[in-house]
């Protein structure tokens, strides 16, 4: 009973026109994403070449070691990482040089010329973004109706009177729904990986494939923590309408903080 309920609820989420519009709008943004921040991170691996080549010019070209405490000094650069085309996080707004002198404790990193400064103006839309707003949108269209418009179509009744019990009806609504989710979720991630798995400048190495692995993983936590969220509105409330409201205005105010806790952090 548990597989027929978990089929149901997987193939009534799949046929759903709410699933082929979140789908096709988490691909679309997930691979053109991919592809302009695997450019914006080819143009920042080559401004690091350059700093690097720059400075090694120069201190080529010091002979006296003294010279080391004027206008020649020390410094240290960060490289780009790869996986900031999935999340750029702090990568790309911290700084990546760091000048070390003598007597003096380095504060603050600075920023060398980038490739395309205007670049950093403007917010990012990158993997985490998607997931966060479309994915976490579609998990709440999802799980809203789940319960209460089975009760409003009168199924639920049904299916209670034929012996199934109810923490069996609720973890074949969890899988099926979160089996739903996994498809636009695996095949965007796919896509993304395939975009820069084509870019010549990229090479992913075995702790970048598992960090990739604990990307997945936690998005998929975060979707269960809200497809559990619109299961439990649907069970608390008795129209399917007054579950959606509630869903919409909770995915607002949990957005809303998300956003002025990354402001907060600097993120």
Not at 80 to 97: C, T
Not at 132 to 158: N, P
Not at 176 to 184: E, H, I, R, V
Request: aromatic share 10%.
């Amino acid at each position: 009973m548990l597989g027929t309920i978990v089929a149901k609820e997987f193939l009534s989420n799949i046929l759903t026109f709410r699933f082929s519009i979140g789908f096709l709008v988490c691909l679309l943004l997930i691979v053109a994403s991919s592809y302009v921040l695997t450019q914006d991170y080819a143009d920042r691996l080559e401004s690091y070449r350059t700093a690097i080549r720059e400075y090694e010019e120069e201190m080529s070209k010091i002979k006296v070691y003294s010279e080391f405490c004027g206008d020649h000094k020390p410094k240290a650069f960060r490289k780009p990482k790869p996986l900031s085309v999935f999340n750029q996080g702090v990568d790309k707004r911290l700084g990546n040089v760091v000048e070390a002198s003598v007597g003096t404790v380095p504060m603050r990193a600075k920023e060398y010329s980038p490739a395309n400064p205007y670049m950093s103006v403007f917010p990012s839309v990158d993997l985490a973004l998607v997931f966060q707003v479309v994915l976490s949108l579609l998990a709440l269209l999802f799980a809203y109706d789940a319960i209460s418009g089975e009760r409003e179509d009168g199924t639920l009744c049904l299916m209670l009177s034929n012996g199934v019990p109810r923490d069996t009806v609720l973890l074949g609504k969890y899988l099926g729904g979160m089996s739903s989710l996994l498809l636009p979720l695996a095949v965007s991630l796919l896509g993304g990986l395939l975009v820069m798995q084509l870019s010549p400048g990229i090479s992913l190495k075995g702790a970048d494939w598992a960090r990739i692995g604990l990307i997945f993983l936690v998005s998929l936590l975060y979707l269960s923590l809200f497809y559990l969220l619109g299961l439990l509105l649907s069970i608390r409330t008795h129209r399917s309408s007054t579950a959606l409201m509630l869903a919409m205005f909770l995915w607002v105010c949990l957005l809303y903080t998300s956003d002025a806790a990354d402001e907060g952090l600097g993120v």
